[in-house]
DNA sequence: CCGCTCATGTAACTGGTTACATGATTTA
DNA sequence: TAAATCATGTAACCAGTTACATGAGCGG
């Protein structure tokens, strides 16, 4: 059988990410990438100094970025740019993440607090209810506000990445109205 | 101004689902605690030996958790409860996760996969995207079963969270086929 | 020139993973 | 009793965080 191109690792998802981004906005330099997923409200991806340039460090070794120093010549300043390899594991990792933790169920802290919302006395159960519907409120208009701004992209999946972000949001907030509903019953006995 | 009771140090996320469980089935093996994460679906708690083990004797000694050997003699076999303490941590932990992520935007590696869908070419995308629809409605089914076994409980908590798995489930379905709609009309073009 | 922010890095630490070792119990 | 599996643990490794160091450019 025709074995297919070794891939040289899988990527982790970090390191999909910065492909991705270097993919997408081309030569650029880790600060850029940084900024990047600082901008990004997921907390996930904080961008900070030391993931990022190890991280890079890394793929340049692996071969899936190149770099050379920035025509403006500061520092060590140095401009990434994608591999054809990095392509290649970008792509890999899209199609099939290591693990196949592709539709895996999503984490929710809020989930887990639920579960053991017993352990809390009913005054605080109900404020920590509201207080989060209210800060996922806020989540939901910055969501919207995002989608409303990627609407009219050339490349409609950042808009659809939004949306994710937004109906992902919304969700969680029937169901916070939905365990409001189940801590006023029990008050009501 | 009267200071607030000293919280030893803030628990992380998996140390409070291990005073949780504790909290909730009494006095416990480390090895009853790992099977409870191991049987969860969510990929978060894997339950490994290498995580659960450390971090009881890491409980155990900022006094969160206390422990004897069991009745049963076996080799070095403890049971664990939780301690006042422990439980304040918890309760603590529950109104306000370290980092105040309690309503931060939850992470799903579809979003980012979706964001660089572009970088794959059409036909895998689509089944991509088809493959994911398919997993992620026999998670729906499975999380609709949890949903049904847990409506009964005596305690109403655990039925939510199902309830939110199940939820969260079935919205990312529903943006999956939006995905889905954008990948067929722009091979239609 | 002083201080501020931008930008690139590094070092120490932390928490979790995989893989292994080993003792106890059950089952064939 | 031999093999399988349950149960407890540990060691090496790894990725990411915080905190720091440092240089470069810039505004007062």
């Not at 492909?19 to 850029?32: E, F, H, N, S």
């Not at 520092?75 to 196949?100: F, H, N, S, V």
């Not at 592709?102 to 017993?118: G, I, Q």
């Not at 950042?158 to 409001?180: G, K, P």
């Amino acid at each position: 059988m025709a074995k297919k191109r070794k891939i040289s690792n899988p990527v982790t998802e970090l390191e999909a990410a910065v492909l991705g981004v270097v993919w997408r906005d081309g030569p650029c330099t880790p600060y850029a990438i940084r900024q990047h997923f600082r901008e990004s409200r997921a907390p996930r991806w904080s961008g900070s100094a030391g993931a990022i340039y190890p991280l890079v460090q890394r793929l340049e070794r692996r071969g899936l970025l190149r770099s050379k120093h920035s025509v403006r010549g500061k520092r060590g300043q140095r401009d990434y740019r994608i591999t054809p390899r990095g392509i290649a594991d970008l792509r890999e990792w899209i199609k099939a993440p290591p693990g196949g933790t592709n539709a895996a169920l999503v984490h929710d802290p809020l989930r887990t607090k639920v579960f053991f919302l017993e352990a809390l006395p009913r005054e605080e159960a109900r404020s920590l209810v509201s207080d989060s519907i209210g800060a996922l409120r806020q989540e939901a208009v910055q969501a919207k506000e995002d989608c409303r701004k990627s609407a009219n992209d050339k490349c409609p999946f950042s808009h659809l990445a939004a949306r994710n972000a937004f109906l992902l949001t919304r969700v969680r907030i029937r169901w916070l109205n939905e365990v409001q509903e189940e801590l006023e019953k029990r008050a009501a006995c």
